[in-house]
């Protein structure tokens, strides 16, 4: 049996064990031979959505118009970004009927973060790439791979700790 890659394989291991036992991710377990992956898992989002309490009218909404902002190939992947930002931010406009009022279905919860559904993935490929990857994922939505995370956090940790070095607030 080969050794190359049980090194990243323990790294997984340890980085996965971190959001689920310290942090409190759920695991979605291995998606290596899970067929469409998405950057947007209308399942999971369907679900988070449900239980927040919106309608399945509203959900089928919100998931069309975030799908057609993300996918527009009318525009460049950084306006398409932009846009799925302001909906996730801001929260999906959606009118159900004519002359009902407009309501925002709101993807991730800002005002109680600890309400939004947490997990992580392993082995995620996206399409055409053939990189498996660990994926932090928010009410359904595939965030970044874990690796870019992981990493972005230690950098983050590294920033502060200097800081608080190069302060002398010991």
Known sequence: M??????????????IALFR????????GDWTA?????????????????KCGYSPAQISKALY???TEA??????????NKKVYSLLHYGVP??????????????????????NDFAIAEEVTL???HERRLALVLSGLLLSDGNTAFAGCCRKATKRERRFYEEGSF
């Open 71 to 80: 996918g527009n190939p009318n525009r460049t992947l950084y306006d398409n």
């Open 94 to 115: 959606v009118k159900i009927e004519a002359g009902k009022v407009t309501e925002t279905v709101k993807i991730i919860n800002w005002e109680q973060p600890e309400q």
């Open 127 to 129: 399409r055409g790439n």
């Open 21 to 28: 036992d310290e942090l409190g991710y759920r695991t979605l």
């Open 65 to 67: 118009e975030l799908r």
């Open 2 to 15: 080969s050794t190359i890659g049980q090194p990243e394989r323990s790294t997984q291991n340890r980085v």
């Open 34 to 50: 899970r067929p469409d992956n998405s950057n947007i898992e209308e399942g999971l989002l369907t679900a988070y959505l449900t």
